[in-house]
């Protein structure tokens, strides 16, 4: 069943001859539980694909719904709280609040909503990510990969529809690369947890249960890994 539903979509920056087509006309959909890479080269459109799926931006044509939800159909009071209730976002370089915990910067998607944490959900998110003796401190008493596991962390703790991974490796390498890779898998399977990542990096795709490769703006690839 296609929790994710990408249609037709296109966005294009400014107009007659400086007009520049970042995506074009890109169509797929994610199942639930899949575990789906999008890789391409600087300038692809990957990022701005990004942006579209998790409703930072807005297409110049075409739909997403996720889980069921046209996301452009919502304003952007509607927007925020779905995309905080329903997307969880690892991003490159973490987003902590330096002045938060560990344990409070992963929470804090549920108190931003006015929702209280699940205790039992926070307690075995700590777990999955190796926290547990980390938890009351500060990001600047982690390690970058830490701070990472805490952004992870983060993402789940709403149990979203949908976690979206933007070059979570970039920072790392080959084998704390393969740590954040062996987490995000980890999370997939633990919590059936459906997964896009972004990246440049053929090789960390390979984990992933399907590659879909973007070049200049349009999907030129998209197969089964495994």
């Given at each position: 069943m296609?929790?994710?539903?990408?249609?037709g979509?296109?966005?294009?920056?400014?107009?007659g001859?400086?007009?520049v087509?970042?995506?074009?006309?890109?169509?797929?959909?994610?199942d639930?539980g899949?575990?789906?890479a999008i890789?391409g080269?600087?300038?692809?459109?990957k990022?701005?694909l990004?942006?579209?799926?998790g409703?930072v931006d807005?297409?110049t044509?075409?739909?997403v719904?996720l889980?069921g939800?046209?996301i452009y159909?919502?304003?952007?009071s509607e927007?925020?709280?779905?995309?905080?209730?329903?997307?969880g976002?690892?991003?490159?370089f973490?987003?902590?609040?330096l002045?938060?915990?560990a344990?409070?910067?992963?929470?804090?998607p549920?108190?931003?909503?006015?929702?209280?944490?699940?205790?039992e959900?926070l307690?075995a998110?700590?777990?999955?990510t190796?926290?547990?003796?980390r938890?009351?401190?500060?990001p600047?008493?982690?390690?970058?990969?830490q701070q990472?596991?805490?952004?992870?962390?983060r993402?789940?703790?709403?149990d979203?529809?949908l976690i979206?991974?933007?070059e979570?490796t970039?920072?790392?390498?080959s084998?704390s690369?393969?740590?954040i890779?062996?987490l995000l898998?980890?999370?997939?399977?633990?919590?059936?947890q459906t997964?896009l990542i972004?990246?440049h990096d053929?090789r960390?795709?390979?984990?992933?249960?399907?590659?879909?490769?973007?070049?200049?703006?349009?999907?030129?690839?998209?197969?089964?890994?495994?």
């Open positions: 296609a929790i994710l539903e990408v249609s979509l296109s966005k294009t920056y400014g107009k001859g400086t007009a087509t970042a995506l074009d006309n890109v169509t797929f959909t994610v639930k899949e575990f789906v890789v080269a600087s300038g692809s459109g990022s701005t990004m942006h579209l799926i409703g807005r297409p044509a075409g739909s719904r889980d939800n046209d159909s919502l304003n952007e927007l925020a709280i779905f995309r905080r209730r329903n997307i976002i690892v991003y490159q973490y987003n902590l609040i002045t938060l915990t344990e409070e910067n992963i929470i804090l549920r108190l931003l909503d006015n929702r209280r944490p699940d205790r959900r307690r998110i700590l777990e999955t190796g926290l547990t003796d938890a009351e401190h500060l600047g008493e982690l390690s970058g990969g990472q596991r805490v952004s992870i962390g993402a789940l703790i709403n979203p529809a979206l991974a933007d979570p970039g920072n790392w390498d084998k690369s393969r740590e890779i062996d898998k980890l999370s997939n399977k633990r919590y059936n997964l972004i990246t053929e960390i795709a390979l984990a992933a249960d399907r590659v879909i490769v973007i070049s200049d703006g349009r999907i030129v690839r998209d197969e089964a890994v495994r």
